[in-house]
């Protein structure tokens, strides 16, 4: 099983970031499928990992070229890799993100992106009514260490038909439920990088088994499965 990125990706994305136009591409495009070919079988080896303590039901390593369509950047290559993991719907919510960029700009993410309307409004009830089991999984020790708090976009005052004096208010105001945890390059080339971003991803379990428990019930705690 891979355990690392190959140690040409960062070094080529370098390249790439300072020639980032087609012709230099079409030039170098089979050192890039070369490389591409071996992230995929990195991102896979992970996916292998995770399935060892969660159920991913896909594996998607995201294309390098850029949609420019509605975009004022122009540059029709990504400058890095990304790639997501999708845990089994609709019993287990959330999902696993790596993202392999040069310059010490890698990074995993875990949580709830955009979260859809309902289930926004869901977790903000769960907070109004107890916010003791969220804050109890977050102050965790092994947890905080790993992904420190919550980033993401909030509100800067209550949603419509909260209280913006409400104790959970700095909880309930989010919009975002992330966690992200920052690599360095010597750290993505390190041998068993990928047992690291595993072990990051069991830490966030708490949070994510409280997640689909919320999310998978109403407000009385009965099933919706």
Partial sequence: MVNTIPKETLPFLKKLSKNNNRDWFNDNKAEFKSIEAKVKDAYNSLGELLNNHDQIDKVKVFRIYRDVRFSKN?????IHFGGSFHRKKPELRGGYYLHIQPNNESFIATG???????DLFRIRKEFEMDDSEIREILDQPKFKNTWGGFVGDELKTAPKGFDKEHPAIDLIRKKQFIFIKKYTDKEVNSKGFLDDVNTSFVNVRPFFDYMSDVLTTNLNGESLL
Avoid: A, Q, T, V
């Fill in 112 to 118: 709830f992106w955009e979260p859809n309307k309902e």
């Fill in 74 to 78: 122009k540059l029709p290559y990504k």
